[in-house]
């Protein structure tokens, strides 16, 4: 079936530092969300894209859908950017999130 | 931000009952959605609705699940009879109309275990 690959599983960074998450997509997508889960559980929404960049702050993602991915970049990386990220993508003609595995980002001094 | 609100946050039930989960969506949304995660696997879909009616459903979306808003009030998710392989976390999500409607909220989830 349509999948969501996201890497890495686990990403270490020192404060100030950067670094990106990636996405790919076994089919082609319409629109992809960007999402981080925070200490409640809750996923708080960052991106949602159907095509090229958003920035906001520190982060910003790309959707290619043609090439089937999408990224997040984090730069300048803070404590409270620690948390599991997660893309969420949407295929052609329907409305169902497909996630995929998630990213641990740990952020140290 | 626009918030998504979920009763229980938990509960316990014996296999074999009824159980509903109950999901108070941000106001002027019309498209709701359940997704259930298992322990330590990946966030998977239910089922959307919009409009009084199902509108997707993914095979995990059971014969024994049933989904409805009741003139606006609570979105609900029932499982009759429930299973042990139900116990998982369930969360709601809505969505707004429009363009921007494919941007989902989600509530902080339902954690159901059947014993």
């Known amino acids: 079936g349509d999948q969501v690959e996201q890497s890495p599983s686990a990403l270490s960074l020192h404060e100030g530092t950067g670094s990106a998450l990636r996405c790919n997509f076994t089919t082609t997508m319409r629109a992809v969300q960007w999402f981080r889960k925070n200490s409640r559980g809750s996923l708080i929404n960052l991106f949602y894209l159907a095509s090229g960049t958003k920035e906001n702050g520190r982060l910003k993602s790309a959707f290619d859908s043609k090439e089937r991915y999408s990224t997040l970049h984090i730069r300048d990386a803070q404590l409270e950017d620690s948390g599991t990220y997660f893309c969420?993508?949407?295929?052609?003609?329907?409305?169902?999130?497909?996630f995929g595995t998630g990213t641990t980002v740990s952020v140290s001094p | 931000g626009p918030k998504v609100l979920q009763i229980p946050s938990h509960q316990i039930i014996d296999m074999g009952q009824m159980v509903t989960l109950n999901c108070d969506p941000v106001s002027n949304h019309l498209y709701f959605y359940w997704y259930k995660q298992i322990l330590g696997q990946q966030m998977e879909f239910l089922v959307n609705f919009y409009n009084g009616k199902v509108m997707e459903k993914s095979k995990l979306f059971k014969d024994q699940f049933s989904v409805e808003r009741p003139d606006g009030s609570y979105f609900t998710l029932k499982i009759q009879p429930t299973a042990l392989e139900d116990s998982a976390v369930y969360f709601c999500?809505?969505?707004?109309?429009?363009?921007?409607?494919?941007?989902?909220?989600f509530g902080e989830g339902s954690r159901l275990i059947v014993v």
């Open positions: 999500a809505s969505s707004p109309p429009g363009q921007s409607g494919n941007t989902l909220y």
């Open positions: 969420a993508a949407g295929r052609q003609g329907g409305r169902a999130l497909i």
